[in-house]
Nanobody, 120 residues
């Protein structure tokens, strides 16, 4: 299983970006999907997560600005980021709990990350 993230880039403060992450491989089912981020000198932190039923959870710092969504038909998770701030600058990683076709349990997978830089 591979998670391929895309959509990062350079954006001005108060701008918007949409990140996408597609899971590929021998996938039977995907449970929780999430976005994390890591900025230089800081620990990795959870940004947003969405359960298999569509329940969402957000870090306080991004509530009201970011929206996580998923498309199970395409095995993708997206993160719409609005009103971006310089402190949102980080490398963003997608994460998913995936059950493959040949195993009866779920395994945690990480994407390679995509850089988001918010600067004027």
């Amino acid at each position: 299983v591979q998670l391929q993230a895309s959509g990062g880039g350079l954006v001005q403060p108060e701008g918007s970006l949409k990140l996408s992450c597609k899971a590929s491989g021998s996938i039977f089912n995907i449970q929780d999907m999430a976005w994390y981020r890591k900025a230089p000198g800081k620990e990795r932190e959870l940004v947003a997560q969405i359960s298999g039923r569509g329940n969402t959870n957000y870090a306080d710092l991004v509530k009201g600005r970011f929206t996580i969504s998923r498309d199970d038909a395409k095995n993708t998770v997206s993160l719409q980021m609005n009103s971006l701030k310089p402190e949102d600058t980080a490398r963003y990683y997608c994460n998913a709990y995936v059950r493959t076709n040949n195993l009866p349990w779920y395994t945690n997978y990480w994407g390679q990350g995509t850089q988001v830089t918010v600067s004027s």
